[in-house]
C-alpha cells in the first residue's frame, strides 16, 4: 500500500463520492512518454471526433504500461483494496470551442449496469492537459452519489 494516500481519503472518497488527489501521478519521463502516444493516436483517429478515443489500450497494448503501472495502482489500492482489475479507458479529448457538451452525470451511468456486480469500482481521471475554469474543468459535488432511498 502507499503512503501517497493520506489515512483519512477513504473515509472522504466514501463520504463525498470522490477524492482528488492534486499531485503528478508519474514521473516527468514517464508522463512525456504517455503524453507522446496520447498524440500519436489522436493523430491517427481519422474521421472519429477527439472525444471518441474509447477503451484505446485495446489497439494501443504500449497504454498498459500507464494503466496498470504501480504509481496508478498504489492510489486506487486504499480505496478499493488489491484485487484490482482494468475494466476501461477512455481518452477525453475536448479541443478549444467545439466538440460536445459533458451533462452532469456520475460515471456509473456508463458502467451500463454493471455496477452492481462490482461492488468496488473507481475512476481515476488523470489530466494530460492544466485543468482549471478558463478550460472547462471538471466540477464535482459531494455526496451525489448516495442514494436517498438507501439511507
Given amino acids: 500500500m502507499t503512503d501517497r494516500i493520506p489515512p483519512h481519503a477513504p473515509e472522504l472518497y466514501r463520504n463525498n463520492g470522490y477524492y482528488l488527489y492534486h499531485e503528478p501521478v508519474l514521473a516527468d519521463r514517464t508522463f512525456k512518454r504517455l503524453r507522446m502516444i496520447f498524440e500519436e493516436l489522436l493523430a491517427q483517429r481519422g474521421d472519429k471526433r477527439p472525444d471518441e478515443l474509447d477503451v484505446p489500450h485495446f489497439k ?84 451525489t452519489h448516495i442514494d436517498a432511498d438507501s439511507q
Fill in 60 to 143: 494501443e497494448p504500449r497504454l498498459l504500461e500507464f494503466l496498470l503501472a504501480d504509481e496508478v495502482v498504489d492510489l486506487v489500492e486504499p480505496f478499493i483494496g488489491e484485487d484490482i482489475g482494468l475494466w476501461s479507458s477512455h481518452f477525453i479529448c475536448k479541443e478549444p470551442r467545439t466538440g460536445r457538451a459533458s451533462p452532469w452525470h456520475e460515471d456509473s451511468y456508463y458502467w451500463k449496469g454493471r455496477f452492481h456486480s462490482f461492488p468496488s469500482i473507481v475512476t481515476i481521471w488523470l489530466a494530460l492537459d492544466k485543468s482549471d475554469r478558463e478550460n472547462g474543468c471538471m466540477k464535482v459535488i459531494p455526496g
